[in-house]
């Protein structure tokens, strides 16, 4: 959808920002409406500032916002939801990072998405959640963002017969898009194993709500191989690797 010329108002979540002359921020906004873009929100680094508190990162605000010649500007803002518990966890900020990353990577500039806003909406919040399984939610995130913008994973026949797979163990490929069956996987380099309980386990997070999804429960061998296989699809697809993914492992073996 078009931004409309002058003046608008509009839901954001802000994704990034980086400080701007003496006492600016310059934001990357995601909005139910216009996608992805870039504002900036005058003197909200001062104390006194009318803005400040109201324009934290990864917080959904409700902004005013004029076009301008350059840049679009904040005129108004009014926090909705901070979503405070993430700023104050930080294995919940390091996942929260993660999923902004993914979200930034994969969409383009006044691009509406908004099955896509609603969905890093629901996920922050998620995130709030300290009785939440965050590796769960990174991964239930991940299919249903490859959804929302066209990379969904075939998890069902086979990518390279087409045919039904049988309930046994399977290989993913990351350059195909999904599940290959074992005859067609013989002697093809570029596919890896996965477990039928692996693909149980996709299926469900692609096709359920996550009201459902929140309470399954999966050993660490499990959850390190759905992690493998997604990451090794989404680095596939971006041709390159998320910074945030890294931090996270170096805080989950630096944990007690």
Not at 118 to 124: E, G, I, K, M, S
Not at 149 to 167: H, K, N, R
Not at 179 to 186: D, K, S, T, Y
Not at 236 to 241: F, G, H, Q, T
Request: hydrophobic share 40%.
């Amino acid at each position: 959808m078009a931004r409309p010329e002058r003046l608008f108002r509009t839901d954001a979540i802000i994704l990034r920002r980086q400080d701007f002359k003496e006492a600016d921020r310059l934001l990357t906004l995601f909005t139910p409406d216009y996608g992805k873009f870039t504002v900036i929100a005058k003197a909200v680094r001062k104390p006194t500032g009318r803005m400040t508190g109201h324009v934290e990162l990864f917080a959904r605000s409700n902004m005013m916002i004029s076009r301008g010649r350059d840049l679009d500007i904040v005129t108004q803002a009014e926090m909705a939801d901070p979503y405070l518990p993430i700023r104050e966890n930080l294995e919940a900020a390091a996942y929260a990072s993660y999923i902004v990353e993914l979200l930034d990577r994969f969409t383009e500039a006044e691009e509406q998405n908004t099955p896509l806003y609603n969905l890093l909406a629901q996920t922050l919040g998620w995130l709030t959640n300290s009785d939440q399984d965050l590796r769960l939610v990174g991964r239930y995130y991940e299919l249903n963002l490859l959804r929302l913008v066209g990379f969904q994973p075939d998890l069902f026949s086979c990518v390279v017969g087409f045919e039904d797979i049988e309930a046994q163990d399977q290989y993913f490929s990351v350059a195909e898009g999904g599940i290959v069956c074992p005859e067609h996987a013989e002697g093809n380099p570029n596919v890896m194993p996965i477990s039928l309980s692996a693909l149980k386990i996709m299926r469900y997070l692609q096709t359920r709500d996550y009201d459902l999804v929140k309470n399954l429960r999966m050993n660490e061998l499990l959850h390190g191989e759905l992690e493998r296989i997604l990451q090794s699809y989404i680095i596939y697809l971006l041709e390159r690797r998320l910074k945030s993914v890294d931090f996270i492992r170096r805080l989950r073996h630096t944990s007690p």
